[in-house]
């Protein structure tokens, strides 16, 4: 069975062990979009603009607050994806998701939803207020021992963090591709010991806000 097969059936579960804080309810209802292509086993990710008042500079699959018109929160992710970098959601089947989590910074209690493509559709920045980049990385690459690091935010907080030769990846989305790799079974020994500080241009500002993902 192939790593994405065995993320896809990894699926649906019920998991104690994901989670970024304290348990959802009563926050704003999100979704993001874990987009990976069939080929290659790459991940869309963006990169949000400082201005931004929440998750500036961060690093994170697109996504936004689930509004009216979505029938479900499996619609926000979609539709919050073509928004940000245009994906045509005719290209996407959707797999599944991964457990609802509470995101402090954001008072959202937010749904991962995963799908998958052929990967040759075209994904780029659409509006520069909302995303800053647009990168596709291989999971893979993000499972190598040498990008993998835990990390610490001036607020106390600790959790896995990606470090990548032009990205730093942290809080809730480096928790979502820690789960999807675990899922998947490109998880390979890391040290855990290894601790790094979030570079300054990824705080944006958090740092201000205190938020902690």
């Known amino acids: 069975m192939s790593h994405l097969s065995t993320l896809i059936a990894s699926l649906g579960h019920d998991d104690p062990d994901f ?122 690459d993000l499972a190598n021992p040498s990008a993998r690091a835990t990390t610490r935010h001036p607020s106390g907080y600790r959790g896995p963090a990606f470090v990548l030769p032009d990205l730093f990846v942290w809080g809730f989305t480096a928790h979502v591709l820690d789960a999807l790799l675990d899922y998947g079974g490109w998880s390979r020994s890391w040290d855990r010991e290894r601790m790094v500080e979030i570079p300054e241009e990824y705080l944006g500002a958090q740092r201000l806000l205190g938020g902690t993902l």
Do not use: Y
């Not at 009563?26 to 400082?50: D, F, K, M, Q, Y």
């Not at 929160?73 to 539709?79: F, G, N, Q, S």
């Not at 599944?96 to 910074?105: N, R």
């Open 19 to 140: 989670s970024v804080g304290r348990r959802p309810g009563g926050g704003r209802s999100s979704a993001v979009l874990a987009l990976v292509s069939e080929a290659g086993n790459n991940i869309v990710l963006t990169r949000r603009p400082l201005s931004l008042r929440h998750h500036a500079g961060q690093v994170a699959l697109p996504g936004g607050r689930a509004e009216d018109t979505d029938q479900t929160i499996v619609d926000t992710a979609l539709r919050e994806a073509h928004e940000e970098v245009g994906l045509d959601e005719r290209l996407v089947t959707v797999r599944g998701t991964l457990p609802t989590a509470h995101v402090a910074a954001s008072s959202s209690d937010v749904t991962t939803v995963v799908a998958t493509w052929g990967g040759a559709g075209t994904v780029g920045v659409v509006d520069p207020a909302e995303v800053a980049l647009v990168q596709r990385v291989r999971l893979a």
